[in-house]
């Protein structure tokens, strides 16, 4: 990505929707112990997720605000815990769905 100040948060939008598609493709058809066994699906899935929060972070107060379907502090919470190492479950949701939220709601935010 590019230098954050320069970028327009549309484009985080654009980044948030293309990592969601990812976690999507790669989570297709497997089941969650697959999912742990397989750590490049596992590392890659968890990489994405942290991209689409701090993606979120980008994302104006006045946006995020006005779209209050969106869960941006828990998908920026969620991004917060996996870079701190807290992987083992604790966010309650999984991977898919909170990929799916994403996938399902920025459009929601686009003017």
């Known amino acids: ?7 327009e948060w549309r484009l985080y939008l654009d980044d948030m929707v293309d990592f969601a598609g990812k976690v999507l493709a ?3 058809g497997i089941d969650q112990a697959g999912f742990v066994a397989n750590e490049i699906i596992y590392d890659a899935t968890l990489r ?6 701090e993606a979120a972070t980008h ?3 006045a946006i ?3 779209h ?7 998908i920026v919470a969620t ?3 996996l870079i701190h190492g807290m992987t083992s479950g604790q966010s309650g ?3 898919r769905e909170q990929a799916n939220e994403v996938m399902l709601s920025p459009d929601s935010a686009r003017p």
């Open 1 to 7: 990505m590019s230098d954050p100040a320069q970028r």
């Open 79 to 81: 991004r917060n815990r």
């Open 93 to 95: 949701q999984t991977n």
């Open 68 to 74: 209050p379907d969106i869960p941006w502090r828990m």
């Open 26 to 28: 790669y989570t297709d």
């Open 64 to 66: 995020r605000t006005a």
């Open 48 to 53: 994405n997720l942290e991209l689409i929060g």
């Open 59 to 61: 994302i104006p107060d």
